[in-house]
């Protein structure tokens, strides 16, 4: 079974920055997807940002380009969402995501992952 675990959340003025970790029970390989994933209230899940572990491909959401990126650190089995210039839409559930194996880019469809964490809150004010 594997586990992930998101931290980093936090509530944050708007125009602050935040860096989410979401850390893997086990090790992570080239050619497994991580992704990250929010869902605000009311709202339905979205897909923020994945990447290609090992492989350096990232995809990213155009609500979020050119203010959140997302790494990796295969030796911590950790994949990180660094976000600035926050907003009040961004806040909610961030959560990250897994697949062991995938070719191409990585999705940010939720139904195509097959691990998922718990979640860490971030919240926004204006």
């Known amino acids: 079974q594997v586990q992930l675990v998101e931290t980093g959340g936090d509530s944050v003025q708007a125009g602050g920055s935040l860096r989410l970790s979401c850390t893997v029970s086990?090790?992570?390989?080239?050619?497994?997807?991580m992704a990250w994933f929010r869902q605000g209230p009311g709202k339905e899940r979205e897909g923020i940002a994945s990447?290609?572990?090992?492989?350096?491909?990232?995809v990213v959401a155009d609500s979020v380009k050119g203010r959140f990126t997302v790494s990796e650190d295969s030796v911590k089995d950790t994949v990180y969402l660094q976000m600035n210039s926050l907003r009040p839409e961004d806040t909610g559930m961030y959560l990250c995501?897994?697949?062991?194996?995938?070719?191409?880019?990585?999705?940010?469809?939720?139904?195509?992952?097959?691990?998922w964490g718990q979640g860490t809150q971030v919240t926004v004010s204006s």
């Open positions: 995501a897994a697949i062991l194996a995938y070719r191409g880019l990585c999705p940010l469809t939720p139904d195509d992952y097959t691990y």
């Open positions: 086990r090790s992570i390989y080239a050619g497994h997807c």
């Open positions: 990447i290609h572990i090992g492989r350096e491909n990232t």
